[in-house]
């Protein structure tokens, strides 16, 4: 079991930066594949970021990629997404996730946080 608890989210302008960060329980922490997705209301849940154990990432839409980085701390059990330059369009409720599979798929994740709002105003 994982529970996962996410940190950070506000009311910030546009060309702000926020990070969001998610903590985990559990001693296997550093096994789950983590990722973040957001969603908006009236809108279809969407993948943002995910990075695997050892590091590496994936991002999703082209609108966050170059504004958006993860990052996790295996020995604080910890996973981070910091978000530079953003914009009202970024305005969500932001999740973190943990799953034994990395994918940009949100199906394939096991644990969910209860989410953090975001909300970017112009």
């Known amino acids: 079991q994982v529970q996962l608890v996410e940190s950070g989210g506000g009311l910030v302008q546009a060309g702000d930066s926020l990070r969001l960060s998610c903590a985990a329980s559990?001693?296997?922490?550093?096994?789950?594949?983590m990722g973040w997705f957001r969603q908006a209301p009236g809108k279809e849940r969407e993948f943002v970021a995910a990075?695997?154990?050892?590091?590496?990432?994936?991002y999703g839409t082209d609108s966050v990629k170059g504004r958006f980085t993860i990052s996790r701390d295996n020995a604080k059990n910890t996973v981070y997404l910091q978000m530079n330059r953003l914009k009202p369009e970024d305005t969500a409720v932001y999740s973190c996730?943990?799953?034994?599979?990395?994918?940009?798929?949100?199906?394939?994740?096991?644990?969910w946080g209860q989410g953090t709002q975001v909300t970017v105003s112009s």
């Open positions: 996730a943990a799953g034994t599979t990395y994918s940009t798929n949100y199906r394939r994740y096991d644990y």
């Open positions: 559990g001693r296997t922490f550093s096994s789950y594949a």
């Open positions: 990075i695997r154990w050892s590091g590496s990432s994936t």
